[in-house]
């Protein structure tokens, strides 16, 4: 069997799909709809030319030259929710969005802190996606992959794993599948609500409607990346077709279209001068290839 034609793209213009509506070409990406398809790509895979899940696009960023291993985007049944007696099966290509509101439906709390998260569950359980206290491994019980070197679905329990802050499930050539969430039921109007008080604290801190990529940087132990992003840059840094948000130090908004490598080199600045004036190497929380 072979894959569907429309579902191997080539040449992949990034910036179509990207946050930053910035980043270069991929030279081929398969769409993933079930498993046998992965079955079926997985065998003409080298993937020692590298593999690149790609979820929604929200912390990732292209540079100008381009991907040239293979990207993979899960789709079809990697985008569904199902209940599994005691817990929730959900596809790693499920939206955040999605994903909170289907619990809202069905009266679960827990997930309400996605609902400001613009990832998908795939990329949340490789960076360990949280905001507002919250973590997603947070109720992971475990994590169903492919592993392209041994050419396997395997199943890991959270527990064996040692989560970090935005550090999830990050293992070379690996596809996270799906995750198993515990599930656990509240009055939905407190979800409601819940999910209601982080839209609001997100609208009042956080730019919103700009092209950006969430935070720039991790936040060093003990300190705020954007205190020290704000006392280390004068003014310049604010004005651009590449500017910090006003809002907020560690973001930054971008015109569309702008050459990725313009967006690595502003990075790249920040982090230089943070340098210089605090004598700290912040760590990028944007993943650039
Ligand atoms: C406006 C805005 C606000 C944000 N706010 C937050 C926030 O509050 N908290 C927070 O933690 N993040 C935040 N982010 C960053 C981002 O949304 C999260 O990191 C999110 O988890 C990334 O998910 P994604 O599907 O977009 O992943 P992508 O950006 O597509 O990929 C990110 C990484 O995950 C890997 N990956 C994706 N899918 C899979 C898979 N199936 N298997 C293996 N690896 C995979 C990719 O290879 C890549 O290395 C924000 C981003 C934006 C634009």
Redesign the pocket.
């Known amino acids: 069997m072979t894959l569907r034609k429309n579902n191997i793209l080539t040449d992949f213009d990034t910036s179509k799909v990207?946050?930053?509506k910035s980043g270069g070409n991929i030279d081929k990406l398969f769409k993933i709809n079930t498993e046998s398809d992965l079955r079926t790509i997985s065998k003409d895979i080298d993937y020692k030319n590298g593999i690149?899940?790609?979820?929604?696009?929200?912390?990732?960023l292209i540079r100008e030259k381009g991907y040239s291993g293979t990207a993979?985007k899960?789709t079809g049944d990697?985008s569904k929710i199902h209940v599994e007696n005691d817990f929730l099966l959900v596809g790693?290509?499920v939206?955040?969005s999605f994903f909170s509101q289907y619990c809202y439906r069905n009266s679960i709390t827990g997930y309400e802190?996605l609902h400001?998260?613009?990832?998908?569950?795939?990329?949340?359980?490789?960076?360990?996606?949280?905001?507002?206290g919250q973590?997603?491994k947070d109720r992971l019980k475990s994590i169903i992959?492919f592993d392209f070197e041994k050419n396997k679905i395997s199943e890991i329990y959270s527990s064996d794993l040692s989560f970090g802050y935005?550090k999830?499930?990050?293992i070379p050539n690996?596809?996270?599948?799906f995750g198993k969430f515990e599930i656990k039921k509240a009055d939905q109007n407190s979800i409601k609500s819940l999910m209601k008080e982080y839209e609001y604290k997100?609208n009042l801190t956080?730019?919103?409607k700009v092209n950006?990529?969430?935070?720039i940087f991790k936040n060093p132990t003990n300190q705020n990346a954007w205190k020290l992003i704000k006392t280390a840059l004068d003014e310049s840094f604010y004005k651009g077709p590449i500017k910090l948000s006003l809002k907020h130090s560690n973001?930054f908004e971008n015109d569309a279209n702008i050459k990725s490598d313009l967006i690595y080199e502003f990075i790249n600045k920040i982090q230089k001068k943070v340098k210089e004036k605090h004598n700290i190497v912040m760590e990028k929380?944007?993943?650039i290839?």
């Open positions: 990207s946050w930053l690149l899940p790609i979820g929604n696009f929200s912390n990732l993979i899960l990697f790693a290509g939206l955040d802190f400001t998260i613009p990832g998908s569950v795939g990329g949340n359980i490789f960076m360990n996606a949280g905001c507002y973590e997603i992959y935005r999830g499930f990050q690996i596809l996270i599948l997100r956080q730019p919103q950006c990529c969430g935070s973001f929380e944007l993943q290839i």
